[in-house]
């Protein structure tokens, strides 16, 4: 071979290699893609929107707390979806601004409820076979009632973040994970640990209550340190047989 053509041969071959590289990384993280559908509400009531990361048999609908939206979840539903779940990030009926042009969320505690419904159905329409939902906060509060409201096997476990498990924790269904950080506080109420562990002990099994340190609320669980812990015990729990 000659020297003065072989190098730059083996340059390009690195370098091809490199970009192989990069184009399996990206793939591996944004390769299912997002994007936006709407989902029809029962009743005429006008439809919600909600945000669609990869696709499968397995679904996971994302219901948001206060303080957030829809796009909060992109992080967790992209995860979601490279470990071959659909997930649906949900945008509930009454979300709109705050004045300050901050995430608000208005709607009724029964209507967040179906709304999350609809999402599960509409996954099922889809072609899962399986539908799992997270919620945070009131979000979790909704995913509760939603799956107390379901008809058997809609809904076949649910992650409650921050949620006492909404209107009858004693009427839930299925497998249930609950997280709560042990100094999360609701503002004069105090903490929130003794309220969610008292409607936890209503709660039939299948279930779990998982008490991790710190003060962070619901989503906010996966803005600290804890985050990736957090995560990770959700999806053992989702993929669990």
């Known amino acids: 071979m000659n020297p003065a053509t072989g190098i730059p041969c ?9 970009i192989a590289a990069v184009f399996v990384m990206l793939l591996g993280t944004h390769g299912f893609g997002q994007h936006t559908v709407s ?3 029962p009743g005429g009531a006008a439809a919600i929107t909600a945000d669609v990361y990869g696709s499968g048999d397995r679904a996971v609908v994302l219901a948001h707390g206060g303080r957030f939206d829809k796009s909060s979840w992109r992080e967790q539903a992209t995860a979601l979806a490279n ?19 901050t995430p608000g969320s208005f ?5 967040n409820a179906m709304d ?15 539908v799992s939902a997270i919620g945070g906060s009131f979000g979790g509060d909704a995913v509760a009632d939603a799956d ?4 058997p096997g809609e809904v076949e476990r649910i992650v409650l973040l921050g949620s006492s498990g909404g209107d009858h924790p004693e009427l839930l269904t299925g497998r249930k994970l609950f997280l709560v950080a042990r100094g999360d506080t609701s503002g004069s109420s105090g903490p929130r640990l003794p ?11 299948p279930k779990r209550l998982v008490v991790v340190e710190g003060a962070a609320h619901a989503q906010f669980l996966f803005a600290n340190s804890q985050g990736p812990s957090v995560f990770k015990q959700i999806l053992q729990f989702l993929s669990e047989p």
């Not at 083996?10 to 490199?18: A, I, N, S, V």
């Open 83 to 101: 470990a071959g779940f659909m997930a649906v990030a949900i945008q509930f009926r009454g979300d709109h601004p705050n004045p300050d042009g």
């Open 107 to 111: 709607g009724a505690a029964e209507d």
């Open 39 to 41: 989902i029809p509400l």
């Open 116 to 130: 999350v419904l609809a999402a599960v159905r509409y996954c099922h329409h889809r072609g899962a076979k399986t």
């Open 195 to 205: 309220a969610i562990s008292a409607a936890y002990a209503r709660i039939p099994q």
């Open 148 to 151: 107390v409201l379901s008809k």
């Open 10 to 18: 083996l340059r390009r071959q690195r370098m091809g290699r490199r």
